[in-house]
């Protein structure tokens, strides 16, 4: 026999004992207890970890690296090439966790030869207000994800909209707690329907990017719960994700991922969270101090969480008991969502499918912010030039960039924070509209040639970007590249100029007194272009309201300069990975309560557009107001579309608290959006929780309702409420 024989013979035998081993385990594995699907997750979590080594169980409290970024391990082949990945137990039927980053859609799909859907920004769906819309959301990812080989989720950011200028806030929910979390909420339970580890991030008050790794958050106990705190609350509610990821962040003293308040006094103890807490992807900085803590799993690796925390609890130092409840919440999360008695099966993705619900999301989300002299929609009859101006508007539209970014079709997987558009494309989304006019296209990059193709057309549409992404703020709230210069002289040459804002936050407007109309697609995803041009020609009736205020100018903002590390603080690198880390730098978050509108509506500023606002092609007109006191209250009042056309009313209601609980002016208590036909009314009913009335005391903790009078006040935005009514409420 020659040796190539000899060896091959080997290894089909080695195979073919491992493959029998793999069923054999794999049938062991099936009959046992925790396999049955009646009993509850703790039970089946109990059962498993009884059987399970002290070895098997650090196993499931770490990752095992982050493809491309970190330094390949032994086991690198196991990876799906998401973010991380956690190793199972064959042998007793626990499968792998493979975690991808997912905000808009499923990332790296382009290093993996994979197809994503992006849909538009998170903060872009937040505009419609839209509880079936973030389902819908929730559970695409989740189906692109387990069709690409995942079964964990890292989206879910939950921030609040403090600073706009942080480069992630389209990652994020907008600015007010109660709508944040309500749909971040949705989302998840949508997502978690699909069998995916659902995550909620990034606990707590992530809320700018300048020095992530090193600022102290500087925030009273009550403004932390009444805004942040609050969004996470309710998401994790309405959601039930199986995971929190802790920030980069210190808050109040102590990194979020080895802060005890926010973990376990809070998380795990005020709000009997379940679930497991995972840390932001090098966040984690102490192995004892952390896992006393409530950290339950360190990603992307082990440096604190892997030999140290095996030889911590060897030595006494971690409990063995604490080591338990880590791993049973991971345990339970995943019989939970269902992870073992649905595994993952790879499949192609539906990219048509895809495409509809971005499409729809994109309609729901574009906010109309001016509308002069009804210059949209737009009448393809009388139509017989349209200028199309923009960087790359004859090409496709922008997304946002970081650990959010989706891949685009066509093109090679994404460099960190490069600037991908998608081939949604304006110029033929718009042309198609008019197929017997002339669509001309200018790029902007000279705005002469463009204000002379604006001159000559019956209208101008720019489309103008402002890109944002991960470990980045904006220097401010400006359209870059000369944007504002450019719309200035197009709106000049034709008065009938539309403006199309691409944006990751809000946006200072300058021109805004010279355009006839304005449009925020914000990043619009896979379809966005379509999305906008049926919004332009009136196909769909614009109904988004506005998740976040934009102010007049940063000198508004509570914080006009943007806190940044001084430049003698030593940096991210001397802070990462070491278990001795303090943070560098704080930022004080002084303007506590008032956060978003609160901080306008109690300092008197004027915005340039403020909460809740959005226009529509019809007319709605609010009367009619009961208040209904209870266990819940309930607002009643009635809408009518006045207008000729149908469409879709978010009607808002705010409550002023009683003076004594000194709270800002008004926030937001509930709202309900509704389809009326043209001339039809319906009565709106909102049903309001005690908590969103209460306040958050301290010395007893807890959220606590004022007894005195209430006012509510309902009609189509933050800044417009027709209708109010007192009550006393004990
Ligand atoms: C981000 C997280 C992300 C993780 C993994 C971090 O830089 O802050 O949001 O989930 O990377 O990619």
Not at 139 to 149: D, M, Y
Not at 163 to 185: C, H, K, M, S, W
Request: a negative charge.
């Amino acid at each position: 026999m020659t040796m190539t024989l000899l060896v091959r013979r080997c290894l089909f035998l080695a195979a073919a004992i491992f493959a029998f081993l793999f069923v054999v385990s794999r049938s062991f594995a099936q009959q046992q207890p925790w396999m049955n699907s009646q009993l509850s997750p703790d039970a089946r979590a109990d059962l498993v970890l009884e059987e399970m080594t002290l070895d098997e169980k650090i196993d499931l409290l770490h990752g095992n690296g982050m493809r491309g970024v970190s330094e390949p391990r032994p086991n690198d082949y196991l990876s799906n090439g998401g973010a991380g990945f956690v190793l199972g137990v064959p042998r007793l039927g626990i499968p792998m966790i493979q975690m991808s980053d997912a905000a808009y859609g499923v990332r790296s799909s382009g290093e993996n030869g994979r197809y994503s859907t992006a849909l538009p920004s998170n903060l872009a769906a937040a505009a419609s207000w839209d509880t079936q819309a973030a389902c819908d959301y929730g559970a695409l990812i989740g189906r692109e994800l387990r069709a690409q080989g995942f079964n964990m989720t890292l989206g879910g950011g939950t921030n609040i909209t403090r600073e706009p200028r942080n480069g992630r806030t389209f990652e994020y929910q907008g600015e007010d707690p109660i709508l944040a979390g309500t749909l971040v909420g949705n989302r998840i339970k949508c997502e978690q329907a699909q069998h995916v580890l659902g995550d909620i991030k990034h606990y707590a008050v992530n809320d700018q990017e300048s020095g992530r790794n090193e600022v102290n958050v500087i925030i009273t106990k009550r403004a932390l719960h009444e805004s942040d705190l609050l969004a996470f609350k309710i998401g994790i509610t309405i959601g039930n994700p199986s995971a929190v990821m802790c920030s980069y962040n210190a808050v109040n003293g102590d990194f979020a991922c080895e802060n005890k308040y926010l973990l376990t006094d809070v998380l795990k103890k005020e709000w009997a969270f379940p679930g497991f807490v995972v840390s932001d992807w090098w966040a984690t900085h102490s192995t004892v101090k952390a896992s006393a803590a409530g950290l339950d799993n360190e990603q992307p690796m082990d440096e604190f969480f892997g030999a140290k925390l095996k030889e911590a609890v060897q030595s006494g130092k971690v409990p063995l008991s604490e080591i338990d409840d880590h791993v049973r919440r991971v345990l339970r999360s995943e019989f939970a969502a269902g992870l073992i008695d649905f595994p993952t099966q790879k499949s192609v993705v539906d990219v048509e499918g895809g495409f509809d619900t971005a499409r729809r999301i994109a309609e729901q989300s574009t906010v109309l912010l001016k509308n002069s002299n009804a210059t949209l929609p737009l009448d393809h009859a009388k139509l017989h030039s349209i200028a199309i101006i923009g960087l790359n508007a004859d090409f496709g539209m922008i997304s946002g960039g970081g650990s959010a970014q989706v891949d685009a079709p066509g093109r090679a997987p994404t460099k960190w924070n490069e600037h991908i558009w998608f081939p949604t494309s304006p110029l033929k989304a718009v042309s198609a509209k008019v197929p017997n006019a002339t669509v001309a296209f200018d790029s902007g990059k000279d705005p002469v040639t463009a204000a002379a193709l604006a001159q000559k057309s019956d209208v101008a549409i720019v489309f103008a970007s402002q890109w944002t992404g991960e470990e980045m703020d904006l220097p401010n709230l400006s359209l870059p590249d000369n944007q504002d210069a450019l719309i200035a002289q197009v709106a000049a040459a034709n008065p009938h100029t539309i403006v199309v804002l691409e944006s990751g936050t809000a946006v200072l407007m300058p021109w805004l007194d010279n355009v006839a109309a304005v449009l925020d697609a914000w990043f619009a995803g896979s379809k966005g272009a379509d999305a906008v041009a049926n919004i332009l020609f009136g196909d769909v009736n614009p109904s988004a309201k506005l998740p976040m205020t934009f102010p007049r100018s940063e000198a508004d903002l509570p914080h006009p300069n943007l806190v940044i590390p001084p430049k003698e603080a030593p940096g991210r690198a001397a802070v990462i990975k070491s278990g001795e880390a303090k943070p560098t730098f704080a930022v004080n978050y002084d303007e506590g309560l008032k956060v978003g509108y609160k901080w306008y509506d109690a300092e008197n500023k004027p915005v340039l557009f403020p909460f809740g606002f959005g226009l529509s092609y019809t007319k709605y007109s609010y009367s009619a107001m009961k208040v209904n006191p209870g266990k819940e209250t309930v607002v009643t009042f009635t809408v009518k579309n006045t207008g000729s056309r149908s469409g879709d009313e978010i009607a808002q209601v705010y409550a002023a608290l009683p003076a004594s609980a000194a709270e800002p002016p008004k926030r937001l208590v509930g709202w309900n959006k509704i389809h009326l036909n043209s001339g039809e009314s319906r009565e709106v009913s909102v049903q309001i929780p005690v908590e969103y009335l209460s306040i958050y005391g301290e010395n007893p903790d807890g959220w606590k309702l004022v007894p005195g009078s209430y006012t509510f006040m309902a009609g189509p935005s933050s800044k417009d409420l027709p209708l109010s009514s007192k009550v006393e409420l004990k």
